[in-house]
């Protein structure tokens, strides 16, 4: 089984512009979290989509969004960017059919905001 | 909040030397989950402790998860340059939603040849 893949990989953005970001998860999993990550602040949870819609949330500003498609593709967009959002963005894909599941982690996209 | 502090943030240890990280919950927790990230890569999960009082290894690695399922650690024996990397641990807690994982800061370990 292919593993979850996200693009881009790396992407350079100046302050006040908007990103999308794009992940694809396992085959069959249902469940796609969003993760920011930067030095010394470990794994930040962005939020959970589950069958297209936001189940869960973390805490931060409505500048973060997403959003999952039927085929459980999912895309997060932060938009008015400032320098702080500069972070390896993390998706994971799960199966989803318990309370908590096994997290199947991307490889992550590096935004670089200038 | 929900918390869950992971101990200690950074730890250097010679090769061959024993490693533990803790991770302490404010809340009961159904169950924890431990993950490894290398440097430059993504996390990937090692195991899920679920009972109180659990105990698993796997090869050099000893995770337990306390009797009253606050906290956990992971022991390394004999730590090999292999072993570099950042240890997570995150927790699904037992009130509210449950779905969501409570993690960890992590804890860097790097291994001297």
């Known amino acids: 089984k292919a593993g979850v893949t996200q693009t881009p990989r790396y992407l350079i953005k100046t302050r006040g512009q908007q990103v999308t970001l794009s992940c694809s998860p396992i085959?069959?999993?249902?469940?796609v979290s969003w993760y920011q990550q930067t030095p010394g602040q470990g794994l930040q949870f962005l939020f959970e989509?589950?069958?297209?819609?936001?189940?869960n949330k973390g805490n931060f500003p409505g500048r973060f969004s997403g959003r999952q498609f039927s085929n459980s593709r999912s895309e997060m967009n932060v938009s008015t960017l400032e320098l702080g959002d500069s972070a390896l963005y993390l998706c994971?894909?799960?199966?989803?059919?318990?309370?908590?599941?096994?997290?199947?982690f991307g490889p992550g996209t590096r935004l670089t905001v200038l | 909040g929900q918390q869950v502090m992971q101990i200690p943030q950074y730890q250097h240890v010679q090769e061959g030397e024993d490693f533990t990280t803790y991770c302490n919950s404010s809340?009961?927790?159904?169950?924890i989950q431990w993950y490894k990230q290398r440097p430059g890569g993504h996390p990937v999960f090692l195991i899920q402790?679920?009972?109180s009082g659990e105990v698993k290894k796997q090869k050099r690695l000893t995770f337990q998860f306390g009797e009253a399922k606050k906290n956990s650690s992971l022991h390394i024996t004999a730590t090999q340059t292999t072993d570099v990397g950042t240890y997570f641990c995150?927790?699904?807690?037992?009130?509210?939603?449950?779905?969501?994982?409570?993690w960890g800061l992590g804890t860097s370990l790097a291994v001297n040849p």
């Open positions: 402790l679920v009972k």
């Open positions: 995150a927790g699904s807690p037992n009130a509210g939603n449950n779905r969501k994982l409570i």
């Open positions: 989509y589950f069958s297209e819609t936001q189940r």
């Open positions: 085959s069959g999993h249902r469940s």
């Open positions: 809340t009961t927790l159904s169950n």
């Open positions: 994971a894909s799960s199966l989803a059919l318990r309370s908590t599941d096994t997290q199947y």
